[in-house]
């Protein structure tokens, strides 16, 4: 036997071993670390561009109509990502799936970068949202690779980086873009990716395939196993309806505070979002709460907590113009807190439904999340304009309401 193939079974063996001690215990800082900071340099690519519109658009000379559909396929390849790519890492090794996806992201970030037309540059943005969709096969990684003890946890760290590259994403690229040009924060993003693709490459161990299905037959199981399991199809419908109160109160934020009694800019609407610091915070402490008390718990707690928020918020025509503000960023700050944290709850009771098949049930999940944020930004924007912003209140607190219901219906609150 050659050399070569003595230090590939070495290295495969050393792989495996790695994975077993990893999924027996806790799992390792570094490689939590790791796992945290892909998901969000990940995700955080989608949202890179939103802040630079602007400045992009002149450069290239687009319209604004054209340059608009840059986030728009972005969020739209991503969406079609996790419906088409995400169910592959069941049938593949995840390792292998995270390198490539790693590797089409880092292309796919320095195409944006060097654009010179609006056609390469929507190219690039549908083909960032497509392999930016990693991010949902590190997830159920961690989730696999952590033990059944800690999973809550390990699913709530990971959520914080993801969470941590949403919030961040957009601060981050409207400093760079105003002070080094918007082509630089497009290669500094593709850099990011690519050493997050060394690390794993050098630190992920590999994964065994849970399915032999082929890739129609992968597909096909998605309605099956909602078919097939109660609790995930409450936890998707939960979850999406909760989408739907949190997608209609982001989507007219800024539309509401132009208008009077505030007369404020997109700056402003921009500062709620740190808001989001509270769900990013939230997570690893909701996914602890998961492991000890158990997920339903915190599905009924976080729901509970969001519902409040929004009922809040129909008091803010009372108050005065300074005190409407208050409500509404301390508004903002519970109902995040209580989505994301319901969030983390109904991925540690969704991964532990099949094992064999975690890639399928988070798409699953994920999906039934993203019918809700669109539907949500779509009536929200409807109810705002014929019935202001009471309405839209009005909308979220029903649809947080009607996610309460799911979770507390007789018979229906033993997921575990």
Avoid: C
């Amino acid at each position: 036997m050659s050399s070569i193939q003595n230090t590939h079974i070495k290295n495969s063996a050393n792989n495996d071993a790695a994975a077993a001690a990893v999924a027996s215990n806790d799992l390792p800082a570094s490689l939590m670390l790791l796992l945290a900071a892909g998901a969000g340099l990940a995700v955080a690519s989608l949202y890179y561009s939103q802040p630079m519109l602007g400045i992009l658009g002149a450069d290239i000379g687009a319209s604004d109509r054209a340059v608009g559909m840059v986030p728009m396929l972005t969020q739209l390849g991503y969406a079609l990502g996790i419906l088409l790519l995400a169910p592959l890492g069941d049938r593949y090794d995840r390792r292998r799936i995270i390198l490539i996806k790693a590797a089409v992201l880092t292309g796919a970030l320095l195409l944006a970068g060097a654009s010179s037309g609006i056609g390469l540059l929507l190219a690039a943005s549908l083909a960032i949202g497509l392999s930016a969709t990693l991010a949902q096969d590190i997830v159920p990684a961690a989730a696999t690779l952590a033990s059944e003890a800690h999973r809550g946890k390990a699913v709530g760290t990971v959520m914080t980086g993801l969470l941590l590259g949403i919030l961040l994403s957009r601060v981050l690229s409207g400093f760079v873009a105003e002070h080094f040009g918007w082509r630089t924060m497009f290669v500094a993003a593709s850099v990011s990716i690519a050493l997050i693709g060394v690390a794993a490459w050098r630190g992920l161990p590999r994964f065994k395939a849970t399915t032999h299905l082929s890739y129609s037959a992968l597909l096909g199981s998605l309605g099956k196993l909602v078919q097939k399991h109660p609790a995930l199809r409450r936890a998707t419908l939960a979850q999406g309806l909760l989408s739907v109160g949190f997608s209609a109160f982001w989507s007219t934020l800024a539309v509401m505070l132009h208008a009077a009694p505030f007369h404020l800019g997109s700056a402003a609407a921009g500062a709620f979002g740190l808001a989001g610091a509270a769900g990013a915070l939230a997570a690893p402490l909701a996914g602890r709460i998961s492991d000890r008390k158990g997920p339903e718990l915190v599905t009924r707690l976080g729901i509970g907590l969001a519902l409040v928020s929004f009922a809040a918020m129909a008091f803010a025509p009372a108050l005065s113009t300074g005190g409407q503000l208050w409500l509404l960023a301390l508004g903002a700050i519970g109902f995040d807190l209580g989505v994301q944290a319901t969030l983390v709850a109904h991925q540690t009771i969704v991964y532990s439904i099949e094992p064999g098949a975690r890639s399928r049930l988070n798409a699953v999940l994920f999906v039934g999340m993203f019918i809700g944020m669109a539907a949500g930004a779509a009536l929200g924007s409807l109810l705002l304009a014929q019935w202001g912003w009471i309405a839209v209140v009005a909308l979220a607190a029903a649809a947080a309401a009607s996610a309460l219901a799911v979770r507390l219906w007789p018979g229906r609150n033993r997921d575990r």
